[in-house]
């Protein structure tokens, strides 16, 4: 079975470029989730999905950042413009409800690395 | 509020020594706690996860950890370092919103 697939791995702009990160669950995964890890530290909610809706989306800054789940499948993080404190790795999990529906566990994508210079 | 607490930022072990990483929670319930391993360009791996039950709780790669819920802790142990298991590891705890809240990481170096 595929895990979390995210792209670009890598990618590095000047600032205020806009930018997009793609992520792609595991199949059948109806969460999807967005996190944040800053350097030498351990990764932040920015948003959730239960299949297209934002369930949970407090931490997005949104006056820069977006995020859409188009069909409840692959997903768009972008940010617009970038600034230089938003370098960092972006991860994307994914998560199917477990049945006692107490605990999903999250499979995480490698993360794509955003360098603003 | 939860939070989750990892007071080594850094520890460095010699291969074959014994390993134990320090993970202190804050939460207003009974936790659900886990370890997971993060190595340089990979995204993070589940080590083992401790729901109930009994508290010493064993997972992949050799890897345990304890919950002891008078001292708040869920310390991470291994008997014995391999040089493949430098990475960050980081502890998280689970509310019932579905949410996972991360300390921040211990870098583990392995000197050969």
């Known amino acids: 079975e595929a895990g979390v697939v995210q792209s670009p791995r890598y990618k590095i702009i000047e600032k205020k470029q806009p930018v997009a990160f793609w992520c792609n669950p595991i199949?059948?995964?109806?969460?999807l989730y967005w996190y944040l890890q800053n350097l030498g530290q351990g990764p932040e909610l920015l948003i959730r999905?239960?299949?297209?809706?934002?369930?949970?989306d407090s931490q997005l800054p949104k006056d820069r950042f977006s995020a859409e789940r188009l069909k409840g499948v692959d997903s768009t993080l972008k940010i617009q413009p970038a600034e230089l404190g938003d370098s960092a790795v972006y991860l994307c999990?994914?998560?199917?409800?477990?049945?006692?529906?107490?605990?999903?566990?999250?499979?995480f994508g490698p993360g794509t690395r955003l360098t603003v210079l | 509020a939860q939070s989750v607490t990892q007071p080594d930022i850094h520890i460095t072990v010699s291969e074959g020594a014994s390993l134990e990483l320090r993970c202190n929670y804050s939460?207003?319930?009974?936790?659900?706690l886990f370890w997971y391993v993060q190595s340089p360009g990979q995204g993070l791996q589940l080590l083992l996860k401790?729901?109930?039950?009994?508290?010493l709780v064993q997972g992949i790669k050799g890897f345990e950890a304890e919950f002891k819920r008078s001292q708040s802790s869920f310390n991470l142990r291994k008997p014995s370092v391999h040089w493949s298991d430098a990475a960050e590891y980081f502890c998280?705890?689970?509310?019932?919103?579905?949410?996972?809240?991360f300390g921040g990481g211990t870098r583990l170096m392995v000197k050969p």
């Open positions: 999990a994914s998560s199917s409800r477990a049945a006692s529906g107490l605990y999903n566990e999250q499979f």
């Open positions: 199949s059948g995964h109806n969460t």
């Open positions: 999905y239960e299949n297209e809706e934002a369930v949970d």
């Open positions: 939460y207003g319930a009974t936790p659900y």
């Open positions: 401790y729901f109930s039950g009994d508290t």
């Open positions: 998280a705890l689970y509310n019932a919103g579905n949410m996972l809240t």
